[in-house]
């Protein structure tokens, strides 16, 4: 097994899948967009492992920062390491797996992961090891439950409920943000700090850009076919929630906060 910011979990199906609706929503991330309280951190010469990087917009970005240092993404799906690849960016790209790294001790300075413990099964191993290998970990982690949504339609309502339901029947935690600070101690980080922010979607552009994945998602991706195929959800009730999305996306008084959870570790 392996890596799932896009990979999938042995005991488990990665929830998301790599629906082209799924991998936009990656391409969009960027360390400006989803990883800001750890650039203060980061130096020129420092080396960098982005566990489950997926098609490692955000590796190109730490890359960056971090030149003339190592960066490395690491991730369990091949195909979307593919696509990292064939960015032709200075980091560089593997197929890896988040519980068993193949790296030395203390080998980084510093490992990063964004939205990956959600899809694990044991998160507080994956902590663990990821504390073998770097002086510094770096974790940002969404919370479903806490979602804001207005106007929140019976449509919307019903897709914050089925997508708990749907994520806990593949592996894994939905709302692992609020959780981070309980597993890094349990993993036996001695320093920690933790915050939060949020990804807010509102103007027509994000409204229609975020509104139309989801509304794609619910009814074409591995989350549909888990939904149906798990008795969760019928048909129709998807395409009402399709449309619920399409409707919420049309709407000038739209309004979307996601939250996350951060972290810094020792």
């Known amino acids: 097994m392996t890596t799932p910011q896009s990979g999938q979990e042995v005991s488990g199906q990665y ?25 203060p951190r980061l130096t020129p010469g420092m080396s960098i492992l982005d566990v489950g990087c997926g098609p490692g917009t955000i590796t190109v970005d730490l890359a960056v920062l ?30 890896g797996d988040a519980y068993a790294l193949p790296f030395a001790d203390d080998e980084f300075d510093v490992v990063h992961a964004h939205q ?27 919370d479903y439950a806490g979602v804001v949504i207005h106007p929140l339609s019976d449509g919307l309502r019903a897709w ?4 708990q339901r749907v994520h806990r029947s593949s592996v894994g935690e939905p709302d692992a943000g609020r959780r981070l600070k309980q597993w890094a101690r349990e993993a036996g980080f001695t320093d920690v700090s933790v915050g939060a922010s949020l990804w807010v979607f509102e103007n027509p552009e994000d409204r ?4 139309g994945l989801w509304a794609e998602r619910v009814i074409a991706s591995s989350f549909a ?3 149906t195929d798990r008795g969760l959800a019928t048909s129709d009730e998807l395409n009402a929630i399709s449309a619920a999305w399409r409707q919420w996306a049309s ?12 972290l810094l570790g020792f």
């Open 251 to 262: 709407d000038e008084d739209g309004w979307l906060a996601m939250p996350h959870g951060e």
């Open 225 to 227: 076919i888990a939904a």
């Open 208 to 211: 229609a850009w975020w509104g």
């Open 160 to 163: 914050a409920e089925l997508y």
């Open 66 to 95: 971090v030149a003339p240092g190592r960066a490395v993404g690491m991730d369990a799906d091949a195909d979307v390491i593919s696509q990292a690849s064939a960015q032709g960016s200075r980091a560089e790209f593997i197929v």
């Open 116 to 142: 990956v413990l959600q899809h694990l099964a044991r998160p507080v191993e994956a902590l663990r090891e990821w504390r073998r290998v770097a002086g510094l970990v770096a974790v940002r982690e969404v």
């Open 15 to 39: 929830t998301h899948g790599h629906h082209e609706s799924v991998l936009r929503a990656h391409r969009w991330r960027t360390a400006q967009n989803s990883a800001g309280y750890l650039l």
